[in-house]
């Protein structure tokens, strides 16, 4: 990722950091309840590939404060999870706050630490928020890398172009014009909008 882009984002979130302020606001959610409502999201599809004999292999890229790890716990799915993330003042919060979860420093986009299919699942959850001048763009080249790196399934949220409150620092997608790109680049899109009005998943598949 280009060097001022990364600053931005890193500034931002860093900027957020401090030692007893809630998880969900640091990472500029604006609830905990809006936070785990798109984890149910991906609880029910991880759910649907669980299987009795294989523990799910699960990657959080852009991680943040690994809540999605607790979620999955206090929910009773097994995964085996693995955390990434670019902004290091973040990794550093969320290694004092939990620190037996696995992490890592890494930009899975654009130099991917991983083989292809190492996972079972990838997963993007607020990676596309902050308006960087070039979201669109970035989405669809990052979305293939996730699925890349994914045996069945790459599931990502974004902010709803809908909503009827936006930030100015925040970039929102239309669903129906991302979905559309990302099957011409061959991928198999399956949109969920209907749990929040201000987002919207993607579930990335191969054809
Ligand atoms: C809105 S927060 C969401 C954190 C977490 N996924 C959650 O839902 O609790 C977005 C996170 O994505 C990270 N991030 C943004 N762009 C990224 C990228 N290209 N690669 C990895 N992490 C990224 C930020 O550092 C930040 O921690």
């Not at 799915?77 to 939990?98: H, K, M, W």
């Not at 620190?99 to 292809?116: H, M």
């Amino acid at each position: 990722m280009p060097g001022d882009r990364l600053h931005r984002i890193r500034r931002h979130y860093e900027a957020r950091v401090a030692p007893h302020r809630e998880t969900y606001d640091i990472l500029d959610w604006s609830s905990r309840e809006s936070q785990e409502v798109r984890f149910t999201v991906l609880l029910q599809i991880l759910r649907q590939a669980a299987r009795s004999d294989h523990v799910l292999r699960l990657l959080d890229v852009g991680c943040g404060m690994t809540d999605l790890a607790g979620f999955l716990e206090r929910h009773r799915l097994p995964v085996r999870y693995v955390g990434a993330d670019i902004t290091l003042g973040i990794l550093a919060e969320a290694r004092r706050r939990s620190p037996r979860r696995c992490l890592l420093a890494a930009d899975v986009f654009t130099a991917p630490p991983f083989a292809a299919r190492t996972f079972d699942a990838t997963y993007c959850s607020g990676v596309f928020n902050l308006s960087l001048g070039n979201n669109d763009d970035f989405a669809l080249a990052a979305l293939p890398r996730l699925l890349d790196l994914a045996e069945t399934v790459a599931v990502a949220n974004f902010l709803h172009c809908r909503c009827r409150r936006k930030y100015e620092h925040c970039h929102y997608f239309d669903p129906a014009a991302l979905g559309a790109a990302l099957e011409r680049r061959g991928l198999h899109v399956t949109l969920i909008d209907d749990y929040l009005e201000n987002d919207f998943t993607l579930v990335l598949r191969r054809p």
